[in-house]
């Protein structure tokens, strides 16, 4: 048992985004609303930020903005340890994710309001009767 | 069905969970992602680029390529609310308030219009007065938060911030004066012609600053060939190249958020709305 816990304590980012991606997936899978369905999507996505954030992050490690790099002019300057930052590559990746994903929200809701004008409604069970009836 | 889906979400996670084991403990400087190539990104992107925001360097130089179909996927989806929602059909009833008494006049006839001036202003069905508290509070913030996001792009090189973060906080700016006012009075100020062609522009600067360094002889996005353009000091013309790329994304993301908001929040129609 006490692995176990010093397991979880090692790796607690994981469990994280692992219990918000579920949370994200069920809200997609279970729930009947539209609206519900995007903002379990939008659940999903942050989950998966936190991920990629989470595995960039050392201990010890600041944030990837070197200091003094017009100290020393011409690459003279103080040698930069790599373990000193934190892994710069995961931060850039998400950070256009993050943009990326807003607009993405912001298209589903354009198609949820045009199915809205169309059926008046945004439950998938009605829209499903509605749809078949034709 | 949502017993279904409670036993697939559970058995996803689960299935998630056992694969924990293998992954790296949670800040491990040994771990596979900090190994590789981002020690070579630490390590040399000062020298290499002269820009000490690491992520900045990364984003708009290392994979400055990338960076681009990500501001044109920015754009695609700007257009895509406006294809989609976008309503011209002209409006049936039209509603003016005269202003001095605060009478509402309501014209069912289309034919019939008024004059918009000083006495008489167009107005919507659904109109509230806007509070005067939450008017004044706006007007007095609007302009610190973009100037603030002008920093954020202007300082991207240096300290936490870039075209996408500036963007998104100016575009919020003009979406707080949307709320805190009215829609009319943003389209008013901000019309739709001019967003759209900022959203352009931002894709139009971004490419062309590639294509200008391909036309000085080098790669597409490859700053370095710009030094003859610009009179500064050699050294630091990749920042500089990194700054009008950030520039060209910030005015994409700025413009295409007002965009999406205008769209949805009055179903297309640019009048009615929050």
């Not at chain 2, 996803?12 to 070579?40: I, K, R």
């Not at chain 2, 107005?123 to 007007?139: G, L, N």
Request: a neutral charge; hydrophobic letters at 50%.
């Amino acid at each position: 048992m006490a692995d176990f816990l010093a397991l979880i304590v090692a790796k607690y980012n994981y469990w994280l985004y692992i219990i918000l991606m579920m949370i994200g997936l069920y809200a997609m899978v279970a729930k009947n609303n539209l609206i519900k369905k995007l903002v379990g999507m939008n659940i999903f996505q942050t989950a998966i930020i936190l991920f990629y954030v989470s595995i960039g992050y050392k201990t010890e490690g600041t944030i990837p903005i070197i200091q003094n790099a017009h100290g020393g002019h011409g690459g003279h300057g103080a040698i930069i340890h790599a373990a000193d930052y934190i892994n710069p590559l995961p931060h850039v990746l998400m950070l256009t994710a993050i943009v990326v994903s807003v607009a993405t929200f912001g298209v589903a809701m354009a198609l949820c309001v045009r199915i809205y004008q169309r059926y008046q409604t945004l439950e998938e069970d009605e829209l499903r009767m509605r749809l078949s009836e034709k | 069905m949502k017993l279904l889906g409670f036993i697939i979400v559970c058995l996803v996670g689960g299935f998630l969970l056992y694969g924990t084991g293998e992954l790296p403990d949670w800040g491990d400087p040994q771990s596979p992602a900090s190994l590789h190539l981002s020690n070579d990104y630490i390590e040399h992107a000062v020298e290499e680029t002269q820009v000490p925001n690491l992520v900045t360097a990364v984003l708009a130089d290392y994979r400055g390529f990338d960076t681009m179909f990500e501001t044109a996927v920015v754009f695609c989806a700007g257009l895509a609310c406006f294809l989609l929602l976008r309503d011209f059909r002209p409006r049936k009833d039209h509603y003016y308030r005269h202003v001095p008494t605060g009478v509402v006049l309501h014209f069912k006839d289309n034919s019939k219009r008024l004059t918009v001036g000083k006495e008489f202003e167009d107005m919507d069905k659904e109109w509230v007065p806007s509070d005067t508290v939450i008017k004044t509070v706006c007007r007095m913030l609007i302009p610190f938060i973009q100037i603030y996001a002008l920093y954020v792009v202007a300082h991207g090189d240096f300290s936490p911030g870039g075209g996408f973060q500036g963007g998104v906080i100016f575009g919020s700016s003009l979406i707080l004066l949307a709320i805190s006012y009215n829609l009319k009075t943003l389209v008013k100020r901000v019309s739709e012609k001019v967003l759209s062609i900022l959203a352009a522009l931002g894709v139009l600067i971004y490419v062309g600053i590639g294509a200008i360094a391909m036309l000085m002889g080098g790669n597409f996005l490859d700053y370095s060939k710009l030094a003859p353009l610009i009179p500064i000091d050699p050294g630091h013309i990749r920042a500089i190249g990194m700054l009008g790329v950030e520039i060209g994304v910030g005015i994409t993301v700025m413009a295409v958020m007002v965009i999406i908001y205008i769209n949805i929040v009055s179903e297309g129609r640019h009048e009615e709305g929050l």
